[in-house]
């Protein structure tokens, strides 16, 4: 599955306003921004994320996911932070 396919399915069942993903073989790496989030616990924020790839994640396509959330003030302070 590649990068672009993962951006697929989470762009047509979340419309974020920001998603970034990389992958090594079946492991992800997933950026999410969206304004939604700012009233969403962590692990709400996760289930959000990973909800519509779970068909991918249940039939092995995807082995592993690593997701990150952020509301657009808290991405740009993190792109500031890591330049």
Do not use: C
């Amino acid at each position: 599955m590649t990068n672009e396919e993962v951006i697929e399915i989470l762009q047509s069942a979340l419309s974020l306003q920001e998603l970034k993903v990389k992958s090594e073989g079946t492991h992800y790496q997933i950026i999410a921004v969206d304004e939604r989030f700012a009233q969403m616990s962590r692990v709400k924020r996760q289930q959000l994320v990973y909800s519509p790839l779970s068909e991918k994640i249940s039939d092995g396509t995807i082995h592993a996911v690593s997701i990150k959330t952020f509301t657009p003030d808290q991405w740009q302070r993190e792109k500031l932070f890591n330049q």
